[in-house]
């Protein structure tokens, strides 16, 4: 009787369970559609950060000219999108995505901004974005794609803004950019490059703002820039460079703004290095905190013999102890900053408090050296102040002579000891004498003895 009573029971609890989902079900396709008329804002339709999981119906957008499902949870984005023809942008950003139906965008055609950023997406069908010929900006950052396909981008040729920042991209393929030729801006920042095809912007005609920051290159990837002839904003902060020299930057004339910010293992800037950078106005290289010298003529045109012209000229918590006043015509740069750095006040560094800057920066810019000077502001000094004697100027070159005498000397007295305690202790022949068979022999004589050579052949040497 009990078994039956349990198997009763439990034959209602399924049958009760099975009723409950169904009608749970019910109910959430019956409030679905009052769930997102919540969303209707005028004309934005905005479902941004409200849990959502999965689209729960298939979407017609009547009204509106944007769609949000920012900050929510959707996994797939299986639905395909339909609208009246005046939506311009959608916003999937901060999801879960890993995948999107192949035509979920396809009745979209006057979309010109997509935000698919903050996912996991690591793979697109080829025709994902045919359908948005009208596609301006495709934002693509922070997801998990390790390869750009051309076709991908092959009906968007109106796209002028593209990131694909923050992805695992460690190769581009040569062709992978051919059909934008209006993009203007690229943003490639924070993935695994460590070169770039030769060839790979040589569509691009239109690029004028390139960020290659955060990645592997170990050198300035010239050759892949050299095709791009309005290049304006070239970022390459954060990379693994050790010294830059000439000639990195000669085939970039049409640069106007340089960022080298966040280099850890950048140790020197040579000669003449940004020679061939006609057009360099904006130099920003801070946060390089093994950077330690500056060559005097960096920025000097070695065909001219002049400096550029920067207009702004940014170089704050690096590890350079002095700077010339010779790098660069100081009384035409409009934005200096010095701050941050671990100046060595000597008579090198007077030109300094000549430098019109604001004064919340001049405070920044403290003495590290001489020790009588340390921690004051470099503007609080008078030119008289800033001294250079013999044993300051040459202390390297002293002690390092100082050290080189101790380890010769040491290195002498280890030789004489060996010769001293490893070697034999005999009486060395004169390798100049000739034997002629004569014999040692002691002789004593009124109690003193005697060494001498004797002929056995004459006898005893004692009688």
Same mark, same amino acid.
């Given at each position: ?6 198997? %009763? ?15 749970? $079900? ?17 004309? /934005? ?51 879960? =995505? ?5 035509? *979920? ?5 006057? +979309? /010109? ?41 092959? /009906? ?17 393929? /040569?062709?992978?950019?051919?059909? !934008?030729?209006?993009?203007?801006? !690229? ?34 990837? &010239?050759? $892949? ?14 990379? @693994? ?6 000639? *990195? ?30 057009? %360099? ?9 093994? =950077? @330690?010298?500056?060559?005097?003529? *960096? ?64 405070? @920044? ?34 002690? $390092? ?7 010769? &000397?040491?290195?002498? +007295? ?28 002691? +002789?004593? @004589? ?18």
């Amino acid at each position: 009787m009990n078994y039956h009573l349990k198997q %009763l029971v439990l034959i209602i609890i399924i049958t009760t369970t099975i009723t409950l989902k169904i009608n749970a $079900g019910n109910l959430n396709s019956s409030l679905s559609d009052d769930f997102l008329n919540q969303c209707f804002n005028g004309d /934005e339709f905005d479902c941004s950060s409200k849990d959502i999981e999965k689209i729960p119906v298939p979407l017609f957008f009547s009204t509106g000219n944007s769609i949000k499902f920012a900050y929510n949870k959707i996994s797939d984005l299986d639905q395909q999108l339909t609208d009246n023809g005046n939506v311009i942008k959608i916003d999937f950003s901060m999801n879960k =995505l890993r995948n999107i139906l192949e035509s *979920a965008f396809s009745n979209l055609t006057s +979309v /010109e901004e997509i935000d698919l950023s903050h996912n996991q997406l690591w793979l697109f069908d080829s025709e994902t974005f045919t359908s948005l010929s009208n596609l301006k900006s495709l934002d693509l950052g922070f997801n998990s794609i390790n390869f750009v396909d051309s076709d991908l981008f092959r /009906e968007s040729q109106k796209l002028t803004k593209l990131c694909l920042n923050k992805n695992s991209l460690s190769v581009i393929p /040569e062709e992978a950019f051919e059909h !934008l030729t209006n993009l203007e801006e !690229l943003d490639l920042n924070d993935n695994q490059l460590k070169e770039l095809p030769d060839n790979l912007f040589r569509y691009n005609l239109k690029l004028r703002t390139l960020h290659l920051s955060g990645n592997n290159f170990i050198s300035i990837p &010239s050759n $892949g820039l050299k095709e791009i002839p309005n290049l304006y904003l070239l970022d390459l902060s954060r990379n @693994r460079f050790t010294r830059l020299r000439y000639p *990195a930057f000669e085939k970039l004339s049409k640069v106007t703004v340089l960022r080298l910010d966040g280099q850890n293992e950048l140790r020197s800037i040579g000669p003449h290095t940004f020679q061939g950078m006609d057009r %360099l106005t904006y130099f920003y290289a801070s946060d390089n905190k093994n =950077l @330690r010298f500056l060559d005097s003529k *960096a920025f000097l045109d070695n065909k001219t013999d002049k400096p550029m012209q920067l207009s702004s000229f940014v170089f704050r918590h690096n590890s350079v102890t002095t700077l010339s006043g010779q790098l660069l015509d100081w009384s035409k740069v409009g934005m200096v900053d010095l701050s941050g750095n671990p100046w060595n006040c000597d008579c090198n560094l007077d030109w300094m408090i000549q430098l019109e800057m604001p004064n919340e920066l001049k405070e @920044r810019v403290i003495c590290d050296h001489p020790l009588y000077l340390k921690d004051r502001s470099v503007f609080n000094l008078t030119s008289e102040q800033f001294k250079c004697s013999f044993l300051f100027n040459h202390e390297f070159t002293i002690i $390092g002579t100082i050290l080189l005498i101790i380890t010769i &000397s040491m290195i002498m +007295v280890v030789f004489l000891y060996i010769v001293v305690k490893l070697l034999p202790c005999s009486k060395f022949r004169n390798p100049f004498r000739k034997n002629y068979g004569y014999s040692k022999v002691k +002789v004593s @004589r009124k109690g003193k003895n005697y060494d001498l050579e004797w002929d056995p052949a004459l006898g005893d040497p004692n009688n």
